[in-house]
């Protein structure tokens, strides 16, 4: 059977074989593309560095990601490099571009590797993709729960907090459950039945609707108590989902802006005095 990446093999063999690009060759398509925006160039660059993507994909491997997924995320952060790059620094593109590589692919391998996010922060980030080594090192590799003096060690290695050593152990140590496993095998219960519900409860829900309704109710009858104008200014400089400016409905009404913020200050002070008449009148 041909494994999943097999379609990608000329691709990857292909890219391989680019030709090498020599500093002023590289410096030159750089700038080309960077202020004439000539595509032609950066797919010469990029494409003389995709054995570089396929290289540092090759090295995370390991973490049972695709090859193509790993390859396909370190195009992304190929292009992010040539966007960013600036040719007038004395670096390589290539040097430049292999940090933008790896962060990209690290990003992907951590957003997928687990249901469970094993967390974003930099501690986390360089804990997940050194823990294993560095307990491997000092002979640290049975289980979750690390010796206290091997989490102090791998916390001063990696500067990092030791609790954040002690998660990341746990984290990676353990393995997911489907939460639609069943809880015994006689039963019909299964693993997510048991999760708590955060969300409000109908009776919450009920009573947040009959709310907004009451609340613009309230309103409602409020703004009857403004003339045409103070309504239009209130409409369109508070209940609108884009503010309009104070100079735009200037314009609009033939006055200056000093004028309408004028009027939509008094207008709110209408609004303020009548709603608090309106919550007398009006009842659930």
Avoid: C
């Amino acid at each position: 059977m041909q494994s999943s990446d097999d379609p990608n093999r000329g691709f990857i063999g292909k890219a391989m074989k680019a030709p090498m690009l020599e500093a002023d060759h590289e410096k030159a398509l750089a700038s080309r593309w960077r202020e004439n925006e000539d595509e032609s160039a950066l797919h010469e660059l990029t494409t003389a560095y995709m054995r570089l993507v396929i290289s540092m994909a090759s090295k995370f491997r390991n973490y049972g990601l695709p090859l193509a997924d790993l390859v396909q995320e370190g195009n992304v952060g190929l292009m992010m490099a040539a966007a960013k790059f600036d040719p007038a620094r004395e670096v390589r593109f290539s040097t430049y571009a292999m940090w933008w590589v790896r962060s990209s692919m690290q990003d992907y391998i951590l957003r997928n590797w687990s249901i469970v996010r094993t967390g974003t922060s930099s501690a986390h980030k360089k804990l997940f993709f050194n823990l294993r080594r560095l307990r491997a090192q000092i002979d640290d590799t049975d289980g979750a729960l690390m010796a206290p003096q091997n989490v102090k060690k791998v916390s001063e290695d990696l500067g990092v907090k030791e609790r954040d050593v002690e998660f990341m152990a746990s984290r990676l140590s353990a393995s997911d459950s489907s939460l639609n496993a069943p809880l015994a095998s006689d039963g019909d219960m299964e693993r997510q039945d048991l999760l708590e519900d955060f969300g409000p409860s109908p009776e919450e829900t009920t009573i947040e609707t009959r709310d907004a309704e009451t609340y613009k109710k309230w309103v409602s009858k409020a703004l009857e108590t403004l003339n045409e104008r103070e309504q239009y200014i209130i409409s369109e400089r508070r209940l609108s989902e884009e503010k309009a400016t104070l100079g735009a409905l200037g314009e609009n009404l033939g006055i200056s802006k000093e004028r309408v913020r004028q009027i939509e200050q008094r207008a709110m002070e209408k609004l303020k005095t009548s709603l608090k008449s309106v919550r007398g009148e009006l009842v659930y």
